[in-house]
């Protein structure tokens, strides 16, 4: 049984002249416990919108998505929350780091929304899970004192903290150089291995795409299985995109 | 656990990293709560709203002078009415004895023209006092002396009274000491007089145990122990003396001339049935068409409205209004603050929060604000209350100064609560209405 499985979804929006705009078209999508997949697809595809549905944010117009074998439609807005929480990492271009917070505070920040011992124990597990991410030594500094890619491994740190079965990875290196960004993409690709979650990697890198195991592209709506290989053995693979 | 080193990203020397990953925890199954803890739920709202008024204290702080500066005026309002009002009470209590005063008075025959025996009067009111075990009570005397001064005989009343009259009266002193039971002892009786007495006396220092000479039926020399605090539009002379010095000048007198009764203070909450009980008594003591009046004569009898009652509303109200203003200031702020928020919002939301956490989380920051703004308003109120220059200014010479009042703290907690739950509502509004992923790619 897939964790997650998108059948037949389509979402689409009334405009205001009353006229309907449908983003996504028929998404078919298995992701099975410890996948890797990456998709890629150019500005207004309607990645923002697969990330609503595949983070449990948004329901879908037609067709069905379950997780873990229950159809989320079922689910009410706020088991819906909880099981995000529990259950998904995110994982942002920007970071989304609090302010004002230090990297310990904002990796506690899911736990604050646990129950049992993973509330109580929050400190402790933030901690840990800094170690995990090689910055036990800047717990208490400021987002605005870390470099980028030390923000991103605290994002990381706070995505994976609750030990979510599903990483939802938004342009995890958009805002990163090329060798950091390596990396981090390295360091989300073992720590997510290690885990056992499904990882799913929304990019515009093929070079990012490529390190996943299946790659999808979407293109107005329309999601296809693509070969990102064969893609940047291409010239200007960006362009395709 | 089973602990291994991850791959190292050997391209990047800067941003390279070892990181060592559990093996077993991963492996097992992630923990799955399948019961979201309400406990935890609430500490962690509590937890949320007191990191956000951390984080911006200076915001927070602007914003909350005005809900202080309010929730201190009212506290202090009705703290400092406490106050007054037991200033209010304790110079009705001088005036007319401690609630419940009953004042028994000389039987009389009902056609009006004979008045008791004073001394019987007397002996059945000792009886009286013996039996109900009234542990306060005092004959009041009355009559006038002569008294010989530097500058001629003038006139004083004179009251005797027995030492139980200070404690029922509050009796205050400006200089020296009230009247006690060895002064019965002494061979020249101690006189407690009043302020213009003193004055027309040259205010001697009373460790040099200043004499007066009194003269009515016959003449005493009395030693003056204390005097009374003046009193307003006060200009005769006055005296107190115990009952046996006075009874020893001026004799008991008749009962016509209205010049003894007794106080007796009892219990409030018996003094109805005690009225009737003595009343019959003191009559039945006298035999067939005698009637013997005992009626409670404190403040608390007499009813009519709280003089402070129009002051307190209208500083109140200012207060109100100050509260009111502080709560819009706040209102705008916290919406302002939200709009910015929008992108933590959508995290928050993203990581779990639902949308009754985060609308419950921005409430309680402004309640949690409120209230840290309220127990500061409290603390300085209750330090202006307490303080004894403002004590003496508001209420001079009180002698059992109220605590700071517990209704006034809650009020002025509760008030800033509610400020602080009205001023999180809409903003609480906003940010449940965030829309999580477009508050966090855009």
Known sequence: MPLLSLQEVTRSVELPDFSRLEILKGIDLDVEIGDHLSIVGRSGSGKSTLLNLLGLIDNPTTGSITFDGEPLEKLSGSKRDRKRGRDVGFIFQQFNLLAGRTALENVMTPLLYASGKQFWRRRTLASEMLERVGLGDRMASMPDKLSGGEQQRVAIARALVRSPRLILADEPTGALDVDTGKTVMALLDDVAEQSGAALITITHDPNVAALARRHYRLDNGVLHPIDVRRMLATSLPEAAL | ?442
């Open chain 2, 1 to 442: 656990m089973i602990w291994r080193r991850a791959k190292k990203a050997s391209d990047v020397a800067d941003e390279a990293v070892r990181i060592a990953v559990p093996l077993e925890i991963e492996a097992a199954p992630p923990s799955r709560e399948h019961r979201h803890s309400l406990l935890s739920a609430i500490v962690g709202s509590f937890v949320e709203a007191w990191d956000e008024v951390r984080i911006n204290r200076t915001r927070v702080l602007l914003s909350l002078i005005g809900i202080g500066v309010a929730v201190c005026a009212l506290a202090t309002v009705v703290g400092a009415g406490a106050v007054f009002g037991q200033a209010q009470t304790e110079q009705s209590e001088r005036f007319s004895g401690r609630p419940a005063t009953i004042g028994v008075y000389p039987p009389y025959l009902e056609n009006g023209v004979e008045r008791a025996d004073t001394a019987q009067f007397i002996a059945h009111m000792d009886a009286v006092i013996e039996r109900y075990q009234i542990s306060h009570s005092t004959p009041r005397f009355r009559g006038s002396v002569g008294v010989n001064l530097l500058d001629g005989r003038q006139y004083s009343a004179v009251q005797g009274v027995s030492a139980a009259y200070g404690v029922m009266h509050r009796v205050e002193l400006g200089e020296g000491r009230w009247l006690t039971k060895t002064d019965e002892q002494r061979l020249a009786p101690a006189v407690v007089i009043n302020d213009v007495f003193y004055e027309t006396l040259g205010r001697p220092d009373l460790r040099t145990h200043p004499t007066i000479v009194l003269e009515s039926d016959t003449t005493i020399t009395a030693v003056v122990v204390g005097v009374l605090i003046p009193e307003p539009f006060e200009n005769g002379l006055s005296l107190m003396m115990l009952p046996e010095p006075f009874v020893s000048l001026l004799g008991t007198g008749r009962t016509e001339d209205g010049n003894l009764s007794y106080e007796l203070w009892v219990p409030e909450e018996q003094s109805a049935q005690l009225e009737q009980a003595i009343s019959r008594e003191v009559t039945a003591s006298f035999g067939e068409g005698w009637r013997a009046d005992a009626n409670r004569n404190d403040y608390r009898v007499w009813g009519g409205p709280d003089p402070l009652e129009p002051l307190q509303w209208v500083v109140g109200g200012i207060a109100g209004l100050i509260l009111l203003l502080g709560a819009l200031g706040l209102v705008n702020i916290s919406l302002v603050t939200v709009k910015y928020r929008v992108r933590e919002i959508g995290v928050r939301r993203a990581f779990g929060a639902t949308a009754s956490r985060v609308f419950f989380a921005v409430m309680m920051e402004s309640i949690v604000a409120t209230i840290a703004a309220g127990v500061i308003g409290v603390a300085v109120a209750i330090a202006i209350v307490q303080n004894p220059a403002v004590q003496n200014l508001i209420a001079p010479g009180v002698q059992d100064l109220p605590p700071f009042p517990l209704e006034a703290a809650l009020l002025a907690l509760g008030a800033s609560a509610a400020v602080g739950a009205l001023a999180g509502l809409m903003p609480a509004l906003v940010a449940v209405k965030v829309k999580v992923i477009d508050a966090i790619r855009y």
